[in-house]
């Protein structure tokens, strides 16, 4: 099994910033991609940033120029610096993991969750 471990939410004002962490562990062969979803009271979960173990990333149009998304190989953690956080930003957000386990199953899994609320 895989597992991933989120931290990083909070709440911060309008234009602050916040850093998330998320880091997968268990029977872990390879991780083919890593990535941040978020999801707002009645919307549905949407991607906000996804990386590829070949580096290729994705972004929302709505958080292009604002979030970052960084990725540590070694560590099997994956960051979303997220930068002039609006109140539309407000959400749970959940990392998620795709790749094959040391028996070469695919895996596609969730965090639990973090909460990022923007308010003043």
């Known amino acids: 099994q895989v597992q991933l471990e989120e931290s990083g939410g909070g709440v911060v004002q309008p234009g602050g910033s916040l850093r998330l962490s998320c880091t997968a562990s268990?029977?872990?062969?390879?991780?083919?991609?890593m990535g941040w979803y978020r999801q707002a009271p009645g919307n549905e979960r949407a991607l906000v940033a996804r990386i590829t173990s070949g580096g290729s990333i994705d972004y929302a149009d709505s958080v292009k120029d604002r979030f970052i998304i960084l990725r540590d190989y070694i560590k099997n953690t994956v960051y979303l610096q997220m930068n002039s956080l609006q109140p539309d930003d407000t959400a749970v957000y959940y990392c998620?993991?795709?790749?094959?386990?040391?028996?070469?199953?695919?895996?596609?899994?969730w965090g639990h969750g973090t909460q990022v609320a923007v308010s003043s």
């Open positions: 268990g029977s872990i062969f390879s991780i083919n991609a």
């Open positions: 998620n993991a795709l790749g094959y386990t040391q028996v070469r199953e695919v895996y596609d899994v």
